[in-house]
């Protein structure tokens, strides 16, 4: 979870062997974003989010 003060300004995904297979710049003030990861198969991935408080990781699941 982002803190609800906190402005996002990257996203990274990463697959299992910490591959970076997504990123994604934010410029604008964006405390909530839309990542489309259609093209990514299902199974299990890292998600690194950077905002102006810092960071946060979390596990990220797709299943289809």
Same mark, same amino acid.
């Given at each position: 979870?982002?803190?609800e003060n906190a402005d996002i300004?990257?996203?990274f995904?990463?697959?299992q062997q910490g591959r970076l297979?997504? &990123?994604e710049h934010? *410029?604008?003030n964006n405390s909530k974003v839309k990542l489309d990861v259609s093209l990514l198969?299902?199974?299990f991935y890292?998600? &690194?989010v950077h905002? *102006?408080?810092g960071f946060n990781s979390a596990k990220l699941s797709i299943v289809r």
């Amino acid at each position: 979870k982002v803190h609800e003060n906190a402005d996002i300004s990257d996203v990274f995904v990463y697959d299992q062997q910490g591959r970076l297979l997504l &990123s994604e710049h934010f *410029t604008l003030n964006n405390s909530k974003v839309k990542l489309d990861v259609s093209l990514l198969p299902a199974g299990f991935y890292s998600i &690194s989010v950077h905002t *102006t408080q810092g960071f946060n990781s979390a596990k990220l699941s797709i299943v289809r």
